[in-house]
T-cell receptor
Framework: EAQVTQNPRYLITVTGKKLTVTCSQN?????MSWYRQDPGLGLRQIYYSMNVEVTDKGDVPEGYKVSRKEKRNFPLILESPSPNQTSLYFCASSLTGSTEAFFGQGTRLTVV | GESVGLHLPTLSVQEGDNSIINCAYSNSASDYFIWYKQESGKGPQFIID?????DKRQGQRVTVLLNKTVKHLSLQIAATQPGDSAVYFCAENSGYSTLTFGKGTMLLVSP
């Protein structure tokens, strides 16, 4: 089954404790991206990757890092999480950045 | 946690009605548009797409209309069912290798 898998689904952490949210896709897609979704603000892109070892900032990259060492994986790293990063996060993949995006189930992160 | 549905425009319909959800897009150079459905607790799911060389496209119970003159996109759902209750987003590709998403509309279907 074609899918994008994120882990964990739910995470509560404390300010400043580094965390990683994993994302994996099995569709051999070139393009992967991370979004955060907040009430009233919709989906905002954090980072995207057009291919292995190629990553670029989206609209709201501050406080986040990503890496793309393999085509299938695109982890999101918060080196020092802060409460304003409490949000619902989605990973997505697609053939290119301008084609249908397939989304993971989401990770609800709470930073206290 | 707070639902992503809060603060969104809401369309309430009765089961069996036809629903029309609208979206205004920003970039006249956008050449590809997608409608997504997001159910509570899930990620957005693709419904239907349309390219700018078309003005209408039909799927199963859904139709997307594109009016490039006024930069407007609409999603029509025929014979709306309770299972259609969700948040619906439009997305546009404006040529910068990324999709830009609208904020969404919540559709509530009453039995």
């Amino acid at each position: 089954e074609a899918q994008v898998t994120q882990n964990p689904r739910y995470l509560i952490t404390v300010t400043g404790k580094k965390l990683t949210v994993t994302c994996s896709q099995n569709m051999n897609h070139e393009y992967m991206s991370w979004y955060r979704q907040d009430p009233g603000l919709g989906l905002r892109q954090i980072y995207y990757s057009m291919n292995v070892e190629v990553t670029d900032k989206g609209d709201v990259p501050e406080g986040y890092k990503v890496s793309r060492k393999e085509k299938r994986n695109f982890p999101l790293i918060l080196e020092s999480p802060s409460p304003n990063q409490t949000s619902l996060y989605f990973c997505a993949s697609s053939l290119t950045g301008s084609t249908e995006a397939f989304f993971g189930q989401g990770t609800r992160l709470t930073v206290v | 946690g707070e639902s992503v549905g809060l603060h969104l425009p809401t369309l309430s319909v009765q089961e069996g009605d036809n629903s029309i959800i609208n979206c205004a897009y920003s970039n006249s150079a956008s050449d590809y548009f997608i409608w997504y459905k997001q159910e509570s607790g899930k990620g957005p799911q693709f419904i239907i797409d349309i390219r700018s060389n078309m003005d209408k496209r039909q799927g199963q119970r859904v139709t997307v209309l594109l009016n490039k003159t006024v930069k407007h996109l609409s999603l029509q759902i025929a014979a709306t069912q309770p299972g259609d209750s969700a948040v619906y987003f439009c997305a546009e590709n404006s040529g910068y290798s990324t999709l830009t998403f609208g904020k969404g509309t919540m559709l509530l279907v009453s039995p």
